[in-house]
Structure formats: structure tokens, C-alpha cells
Nanobody, 122 residues
């Protein structure tokens, strides 16, 4: 299994970024996936989940600005982030779990990407 994130960068407040996670080594019919983020010096936190049946879940505080999607043919998981704020600054990680449904706890995931940095300036 391999997960490779890309698309991070520096952006001004109010801007948008679209993160990508290219995945291989498993099928989405049996794996669920998620985006997490970890601000410097803080714990990793869940952002959005994509279950194997295609349904999604987003953290309430972010659901109006962030959207998770997945292209099964291209094997890419996306995170569209709009209206970015300085508090969104963090390392963003893609994760996969060998189960049809994902949860918010980091310990339940089997595989992680290396992360992509998002920095939002005011």
C-alpha cells in the first residue's frame, strides 16, 4: 500500500487549495480513506472521511469549507479547501484503513502518507 499526498503550499487567508492523495495497493471497495491534519505542536485531528461505499463524513467545524472526494479510476483522494484561515495551517495527511467504514481515531488506520504542508497567512 502506498499513499502519496500533494497539492499543499502557501496561500493567503480566503484562498483555496486542493490536496491530492494518490493511492495504490488496495481497492476502495474494501478500504475506507480519510484526511487528517496536524498543526505544529498539536495532536493529529480528523478532517474528512470517505467510506468504501462512497459516502462521506466531515468534521462539523470544517464541513462548510472542506470537501472530500475520490476518483476511483484515477486512484486519487482529494480534499478541496476553500475560505482558508490561518488556523488551517498544518501538515495534512492521507490515511487508509482496511475496513469498509472509517472512524475519527488515528489509531484505527493501517496506512499513512508522508503528508503535505499547508500554510495560510493572514
Amino acid at each position: 500500500v502506498q499513499l502519496v499526498e500533494s497539492g499543499g503550499g502557501s496561500v493567503q487567508a480566503g484562498g483555496s487549495l486542493k490536496l491530492s492523495c494518490s493511492f495504490s495497493g488496495f481497492t476502495t471497495s474494501t478500504y475506507c480513506m480519510a484526511w487528517f491534519r496536524q498543526p505544529q505542536g498539536k495532536e493529529r485531528e480528523g478532517v474528512a472521511i470517505k467510506h468504501s461505499d462512497g459516502s462521506s463524513a466531515h468534521v462539523n467545524s470544517l464541513k462548510d469549507r472542506f470537501t472530500i472526494s475520490r476518483d476511483n479510476d484515477k486512484k486519487i483522494l482529494y480534499l478541496q479547501m476553500n475560505g482558508l484561515k490561518p488556523e488551517d495551517t498544518a501538515m495534512y495527511y492521507c490515511a487508509a484503513r482496511s475496513a469498509p467504514f472509517c472512524a475519527w481515531n488515528t489509531g484505527s488506520y493501517d496506512y499513512w502518507g508522508q503528508g503535505t504542508q499547508v500554510t495560510v497567512s493572514s
